[in-house]
């Protein structure tokens, strides 16, 4: 019997004789080397090996004895089960021609690498890696093996984890039988991660399924401590669609803890095979401050993913999203890719129905991490701090955990949600979490010192990439919408987005773009400081700039760290909806929001009336702000010709008058952003009386009008919207206002400028969209909550006038 296949023999149509994890390596090896994609060289022990080891021990009937009647939901027998039949295989003699061919093939593989040779020892299942069940995490792996005796020891110990309580139970769900999924092994050169770094990638957004992007989560040193939730991995996202124009930059990154690095142990410990040859350390605060791969490391990873993507989708013959794992060798600096399998949740949805959960009222926030699903669940605290406690789990309770392995699926699938103290985004717990549509918030750092046993929480997973646990049982709601039924409006209609976060959970909504990207929450939320003390941390207290120093640290320099990180979070925004426009305003903040920044106080003055005082288009060639504006200035520029965004359309706010209009061109052009240039459109709030009765000049300024309603009613009617007092007065619907908006519309009509509202009138009043529908508006922007709504509204509308 031919007991062993080398990767250059193996293809994908091979799963069956060699398990998935064999078939796609070999299926890498032989199609994607000569593309540049690197894979270690390895070979499969196959499903012939394994009926013949389990034969030549008379091990079936023992195995069938324990596990025809087995119930995998009494926790506690399937635990003695399944340690039962993992002594039956620990106990196997490996029949003396089965070693001698495994240990030849050995032999040939130090040929290549030489006699130092340090091997991955991985179970591969003729079930797993299929389009439905991903068996993530259900079998062992065995890292840093040399030698002959640790050699076939990890194979029997990757044979004996077909049974481990997880497998056994996860076979269960997902209706195979027991003893029919076999175990192959790969045994494959170990890439030196160790001493370099290693991960997961998507070729798929995993939270939302949007489909444009490479998601990777990297750390340093061996990538378990990611699949088993160990730490908080960097993250990064790469865009494909301007990844294949040629543009080669990162769209998104943030900085994780990387608490461990996982490294081989060169002290062997007695006992637990799994702690024998790789240990943890903790990872130093100079390496936790810096991103764990350059972002050329990056581009190549990205290259990878997409590769991999076109050949299994050409082989499929439809797209095929895939789920991947990398290792970057510390010794000849090279990427490898060491896994590749199917996306099993979201490339599986099928359908034209369009789910968002709403929460309907607020709570006190308890704690938060990252969100895995789109879903919202609640329920009573249940904290689990140890696998042997999993038999006191009651279905319907929030599972709380210090993290999770794949040995909890059986209490994973009936919890309403769960919630983990540390893990990434592609951890077992999340991928598990994915597919049973159960939704989780990992990496929640205190989760089990706040959240009290017994307690009554709302876990959402609703609102973007950062996931929330409040106290209380609070209201939602799931909105349907069959889009392949609601028909598209003449008129556009678009999306007012600040939060990147929520970019790509909301880029199913059927808009025609983004009609207001407002940058200031992504100078808020990820900046946080001043764009002048940023530029002049000269001025500022030893605190504040200690403070900024810790911001800035992963940065070449407080610029550099302005401007990607500012460019970064508009791209995504963009990225979400593109090729379609996407309109960004420059910054809008009033002098007291500035100072609120930090460092802020030192560049700011105190207004007695900030909303009509030193804000917009006045800020950007004053010698107060210029340094600031060119800065967004340089991530606008960024966005457009560095990262390959042409569809950002840039917009400038409260411009007073037309001389200022062009002056803040004119500074544009000098840094770079010339109007017109690579198709550089410049739009300008239309939200002062005067930019609306200079409507003509204003557009020999500008290339269009976004009609900003709620300054526009401010200015019109003299009522200051932050004053209570007189909030009877702010009416939207005033005739004056009304007439304003009209004039703004024909005159943009009349000198073949676009025209769009960005205000929530529309949304709020049907008879103000009716108007607007009717005067010709070419496009209405709405919070993303309003958007299904109005689009139904405006279709009606567009019906009756037709």
Request: charged share 25%; net charge negative; with cysteine.
């Amino acid at each position: 019997m031919n007991y062993v296949k080398r990767f250059n023999e193996i293809s994908i149509e091979d799963v069956a004789l060699v398990g998935g994890k064999n078939a796609s390596l070999g299926e890498m090896y032989q199609n994607l080397s000569a593309q540049g994609v690197r894979i270690p060289n390895g070979f499969a022990v196959n499903t012939q090996a394994y009926q013949y080891l389990l034969d030549a021990n008379d091990a079936w009937d023992k195995l069938h004895a324990l596990l025809d009647d087995i119930n995998p939901d009494n926790v506690s027998d399937l635990q003695d089960r399944g340690k039962a039949c993992r002594e039956i295989i620990y106990k196997c003699e490996i029949p003396d021609d089965l070693k001698e061919v495994i240990l030849s093939e050995y032999a040939h593989l130090k040929k290549e690498y030489g006699d130092d040779l340090c091997m991955a020892v991985r179970s591969s299942a003729t079930a797993e890696d299929s389009p439905e069940a991903s068996f993530a995490g259900q079998n062992d792996t065995y890292l840093n093996i040399k030698g002959e005796e640790a050699l076939l020891d990890a194979y029997k110990r990757c044979v004996a984890s077909n049974f481990t309580d997880r497998s056994i139970h996860y076979k269960f769900d997902n209706n195979f039988d027991y003893l029919k999924v076999h175990l192959c092994v790969v045994v494959m050169k170990m890439v030196r991660s160790d001493i370099g770094a290693s991960g997961v990638m998507f070729s798929i957004d995993t939270e939302t399924g949007f489909k444009d992007v490479v998601f990777i989560n990297g750390s340093y040193g061996l990538g378990e401590n990611i699949v088993q939730g160990s730490i908080d991995p960097d993250s990064f996202y790469v865009h494909k669609p301007t990844f294949l124009k040629g543009y080669r930059t990162v769209l998104k990154r943030r900085l994780g803890k990387k608490e461990l690095t996982m490294v081989f142990n060169d002290v062997l410990n007695e006992g637990n095979i799994s702690l024998e040859y790789t240990k943890n350390r903790v990872t130093t605060e100079q390496k936790k401050a810096q991103f764990c791969i350059s972002d050329d490391d990056i581009m190549v990873l990205a290259d990878y993913a997409i590769k991999v993507e076109q050949h299994y989708s050409k082989e499929a013959g439809f797209n095929k999203p895939m789920d991947m794992e990398w290792a970057k060798d510390g010794l000849d600096g090279h990427i490898y890719m060491v896994q590749a399998r199917p996306e099993t949740v979201e490339s599986q949805k099928k359908g034209s129905t369009l789910e968002l959960y709403h929460l309907k009222e607020k709570g006190r926030l308890l704690t938060k991490g990252y969100s895995v699903g789109s879903k919202i669940g609640t329920g009573r605290i249940h904290y689990i701090k140890d696998v042997k406690d999993l038999g006191s789990f009651i279905k319907g309770e929030v599972l709380v955990a210090d993290t999770t392995t794949p040995d909890w699926e059986p209490i994973m699938k009936i919890a309403s949600a769960i919630v983990t103290n540390r893990g990434g985004r592609t951890c077992h717990a999340a991928i598990l979490s994915r597919e049973l549509g159960v939704p989780a918030v990992v990496g929640a750092d205190n989760a089990s010192d706040v959240l009290v046993n017994g307690e009554e929480v709302t876990v959402s997973c609703a609102q973007g990439e950062v996931g929330y646990v409040y106290a209380g049982i609070l209201d939602f709601e799931l909105e349907k919408t069959d889009l392949q039924q609601l028909g598209k409006t003449k008129t556009d209609i678009m999306m007012n987005l600040g939060n990147p976060d929520l970019a790509f959970s909301l880029s199913c909504l059927p808009v025609d773009g983004i009609g207001l990207a407002r940058m200031e929450f992504v100078i808020n939320n990820y900046i946080k400081a001043h764009p002048m003390a940023l530029i002049h941390p000269e001025k500022l207290d030893a605190k504040t700039q200690e403070k900024i120093q810790s911001l800035t640290s992963a940065f070449k320099d407080n610029q550099d760290f302005f401007v990607k990180t500012l460019s970064e979070g508009v791209a995504t925004i963009a990225a979400s909806v593109y090729p379609k426009p996407c309109v960004v305003r420059m910054s809008d903040f009033k002098s007291n929001e500035y100072a609120s920044l930090l460092g802020g106080g030192q560049f700011e003055l105190d207004e007695d009336n900030p909303m009509i005082g030193f804000r917009g288009a006045s800020r950007y060639t004053h010698s107060a702000y210029k340094e600031g504006f060119a800065l967004e200035c340089a991530a606008m520029k960024r966005v457009r010709d560095e990262m390959g965004f042409d569809n950002v359309i840039l917009m400038i706010p409260f411009c007073r008058r037309v001389e200022e209009g062009k002056r803040v061109i004119e500074a544009m052009q000098k840094q770079g952003l010339k109007q017109g240039a690579n198709g550089l459109e410049v739009y300008v709030m239309c939200e002062i009386p005067n930019n609306v009765i200079l409507i003509d000049e204003f557009s020999q300024v500008f290339d269009g009008f976004s009609i900003g309603s709620n300054d526009l009613t401010q200015l019109t009617l003299g009522v200051d919207r932050d004053s209570q007092i007189v909030s009877f007065d702010y009416n939207e619907r005033d005739e004056g206002v009304m007439k304003m908006i009209e004039m703004a519309v024909l005159g943009a009509k009349k000198n073949s400028r676009h025209s769009g509202i960005c205000g929530q009138a529309p949304s709020d009043y049907p008879e103000v969209a009716e108007f607007l529908v009717k005067l010709g508006i070419d496009s209405i922007s709405l919070t993303p909550d309003s958007v299904l709504k109005t689009i139904k509204n405006i279709l009606e509308i567009e019906k009756n006038l037709s």
